[in-house]
């Protein structure tokens, strides 16, 4: 059964979980019936924030806080304060979330689940990804082009890779390590160079070994980070990652191989990419929401959300069974993925 959610604010952020779909507008999260629409709960997190379920629980940063909320009720069990609105991590009884350091750089802070108290903590002198974490072990990369994985259990070295694995000139030219994704042992990440291509790239890790399984030319862009415009544009994908910049989507396989990309009709930010009946979809800043034939990057259909203010970030997405969710003003609604028809609720 098709339906539509109403809303206060234009939604910039959108997940599906356990039945359940979980959206940002403004400074709140709502949780609606997948089935139904039927409005579960909602929650004022303060400045609007990525936000991660988990166990049911979902782990929203904003407002300067990370708050562990119950996913079937709405209640709040914890807040630890401190936190930057990236995107948390959380497997293995944990939370991963990265915070202001005293130092004018970052912290990760790895929290206890249950009740949000702090474990340990990492501090560094420039900016940190958002981490990841497979119960075991915590992965974040650092600004410096350094990508550590530690111990969960106690913030313990496991292994490292140096800025010049990733070639030999990244020390002087290459930025940032973005962590991408986590699926299967392993890790995706990609590397943001301060020059232009050919050296930024991406890459995939062995999580146990911490050993690179393959690189490949591709750039990323994480966009500007700030808390209300919506979520970077990557996302684990079946046999791989998706992940973009402003006008095109790259699918990376898990076996590696060449990249396959996916153009836009404009070169404007986009919404992190969902995959649903062989299409690979994202929303667009020029309010466009379009989709690709996975296989071929063939152009399939492109539908304008028609109501989104011009200024506001791409139309989130979400899948739930064969339907594709869209994310708009004031509103949740459904489209058919074979034409990008609204469908009658």
């Known amino acids: 059964m098709a339906w539509r959610a109403e809303m206060d604010g234009t939604v910039v952020r959108l997940v599906v979980a356990d039945e359940t779909v979980y ?17 579960l ?19 929203a940063t904003g407002g300067g806080h990370v ?9 709040e069990r914890w807040r630890f304060r401190d936190v930057v609105a990236v995107m948390p991590a959380a497997a293995g009884g944990r939370v991963c979330v990265i915070g202001r350091s005293p130092r004018w750089g970052r912290t990760l802070h790895v929290l206890n689940a249950r009740n949000g108290v702090e474990k340990w903590r990492l501090e560094a002198d420039l900016k940190l990804s958002a ?38 000139d990244w020390p002087e030219r290459g930025g940032a390590i973005e962590v991408l994704g986590l699926a299967d042992d392993l890790l995706y990440l990609a590397g943001l160079p301060y020059d232009p291509p050919p050296l930024g790239f991406a890459a995939a890790v062995d999580v146990r070994t911490g050993r690179e399984r393959w690189q490949a030319v591709a750039s990323y862009d994480p966009g500007s980070g700030l808390p209300g415009e919506g979520d970077p544009p990557t996302a684990e994908a079946p046999g791989g990652v998706c992940f973009g910049e402003p006008g095109r989507l790259t699918y990376m396989a ?3 191989g060449p990249p396959r990309e996916y153009r836009f009709s404009e070169e404007t930010p986009l919404s992190p990419p969902v995959m649903i009946g062989g299409l690979v979809c994202a929303g ?14 063939r152009r399939e259909w492109v539908v304008k959300d028609v109501l989104r203010p011009a200024t506001a970030p791409p139309p989130p997405l979400a899948v739930w069974r064969d339907r594709l969710l869209v994310g708009g003003h004031r509103r949740i609604y459904h489209v058919d993925p074979r034409t990008g028809a609204a469908i009658p609720v």
Do not use: K
Not at 23 to 39: H, L, M, Y
Not at 41 to 59: E, K, L, N, Q
Not at 67 to 75: C, F, L, M, Q, V
């Open 41 to 59: 709960w909602s929650i004022d997190t303060g400045t609007p924030g990525p936000f991660r379920v988990a166990d049911g629980v979902v782990y």
């Open 131 to 168: 981490p990841a974490t497979d119960g075991d072990l915590v992965m974040v990369g650092h600004a410096d082009g350094l990508l550590q994985a530690l111990r969960a259990r106690n913030g313990r070295e496991r292994w490292r890779i140096e800025p010049d694995v990733w070639h030999p």
């Open 67 to 75: 708050r562990a909320i119950d996913a079937r009720t709405g209640a």
């Open 254 to 256: 898990a076996v590696g």
């Open 23 to 39: 959206a940002g507008s403004g400074p709140q999260v709502s949780a609606f019936d997948a089935a139904t629409g039927e409005d």
């Open 284 to 297: 667009t800043a020029g309010q466009l929401i379009e989709a690709f034939d996975a296989a071929t990057g």
